[in-house]
């Protein structure tokens, strides 16, 4: 299996666009977990889902974040409008344990908001 | 609020030594407690991880001891190599069942192993 798969690996863009980070996550795993990463806050939960439904969205920082999964393959973590204190590694991660303790990374999505 | 608080920030240790990374944590709901290895550049990946049931889990020359009555656990890496050199994260999440499986990470370790 190829594990799990983000794309784009390296984004930059400009304060107020919009920005699309996606994963794959492995296949049969039926947890997904999007986490955010600064040298300053750490590694942060911002919403997971559970069978493509999001079970808990309590990081989302604000509303300019939107996930969605709209199938077991695939999700997206949306930043509309981006910010400079956007700047962070994106991470996604999947599951299949019963409790989605056990959790496979992707490589991470670097993104710069200038 | 921080619910894991992991120390030290950075570690040196030399090649054939014992690296101590430590951990203490405030939620006695918390039952699954996970050390992550992160390499630059790459996401973290899961090293081990132990239960309350147990004081001690060891996996090759890695081991996490467990204390329950101190709400501590910390990780030991027996004769560390400069491969190890890596930020490595302590986690933990509850029992609870419905949308509070979730993983608390402390804010790692950066672990430098000299040749």
């Known amino acids: 299996d190829a594990g799990v798969i983000q794309s784009p690996r390296h984004e930059v863009t400009e304060m107020g666009q919009e920005v699309t980070l996606r994963c794959k996550p492995i296949s049969g795993h039926d947890y997904l977990f999007w986490y955010r990463q600064t040298m300053m806050r750490g590694l942060e939960l911002l919403i997971y889902?559970?069978?493509?439904?999001?079970?808990?969205d309590s990081g989302m920082p604000e509303d300019r974040f939107s996930a969605k999964m709209p199938n077991a393959s695939f999700s997206t973590l949306k930043i509309q409008p981006s910010e400079p204190r956007d700047s962070a590694v994106y991470f996604c991660a999947s599951s299949f344990d019963a409790r989605g303790e056990t959790q496979y990374f992707g490589p991470g999505t670097r993104l710069l908001v200038l | 609020q921080q619910q894991v608080k992991q120390s030290p920030q950075s570690l040196i240790v030399q090649k054939g030594g014992i690296s101590i990374i430590n951990c203490a944590y405030e939620?006695?709901?918390?039952?699954?407690f996970p050390w992550y290895q992160q390499f630059p550049g790459k996401g973290p990946a899961l090293l081990i991880a132990?239960?309350?049931?147990?004081s001690e889990k060891k996996e090759g020359r890695f081991t996490i001891s467990f204390n329950k009555s101190a709400k501590q656990f910390s990780l030991h890496i027996m004769d560390s190599q400069p491969g190890d050199s890596a930020t490595y994260f302590c986690?933990?999440?509850?029992?609870?069942?419905?949308?509070?499986?979730?993983?608390?990470f402390g804010k790692g370790t950066l672990l430098t192993v000299n040749p």
């Open positions: 132990i239960r309350p049931d147990v």
């Open positions: 939620n006695t709901a918390f039952d699954y």
């Open positions: 889902f559970n069978n493509n439904v999001p079970i808990d």
């Open positions: 986690a933990a999440s509850p029992n609870s069942g419905g949308s509070n499986y979730k993983l608390t």
